[in-house]
Nanobody, 127 residues
Framework: QVQLVESGGGLVQAGGSLRLSCTAS????????MGWFRQAPGKEREFVAA????????DYVDSVKGRFTISRDNTKNTASLQMNSLEPEDTAIYYC????????????????????WGQGTQVTVSS
């Protein structure tokens, strides 16, 4: 099984940028589709972005399209989320997640499909 560790969260002013990283260990990283999710206080965990095993397919929740970019480097066992033009509504704990899949080009958007999760990293956007 793969283990995931997020980093890169912090406090930023509205309009600023942050880059989150997720480092994987334990099993072949390229066997996993990856996703980023977030959970704000009092709210359910929601999908943010997903990327296929080969990095060729990505998808985003509408609220972050044009502002966030998901990427991965299978040679470094990392997945990243570049977040630009941050808004106070983006404040949440951000989690990376992984799911083993046989499909190299499929991005997986469903929270319950993922079975490996990191511990989360806090992102706070001040107005």
């Amino acid at each position: 099984q793969v283990q995931l560790v997020e980093s890169g969260g912090g406090l930023v002013q509205a309009g600023g940028s942050l880059r989150l990283s997720c480092t994987a260990s334990g099993r072949t990283f390229s066997d996993y589709a990856m996703g980023w999710f977030r959970q704000a206080p009092g709210k359910e965990r929601e999908f943010v972005a997903a990327i296929s095993r080969n990095g060729g397919t990505t998808d985003y929740v509408d609220s972050v399209k044009g502002r966030f970019t998901i990427s991965r480097d299978n040679t470094k066992n990392t997945a990243s989320l570049q977040m630009n033009s941050l808004e106070p509504e983006d404040t949440a704990i951000y989690y990376c997640a992984a799911v083993l899949t046989v499909f190299p080009s499929r991005a997986i958007l469903t929270t319950r499909a993922y079975d490996r999760w990191g511990q989360g990293t806090q992102v706070t956007v001040s107005s």
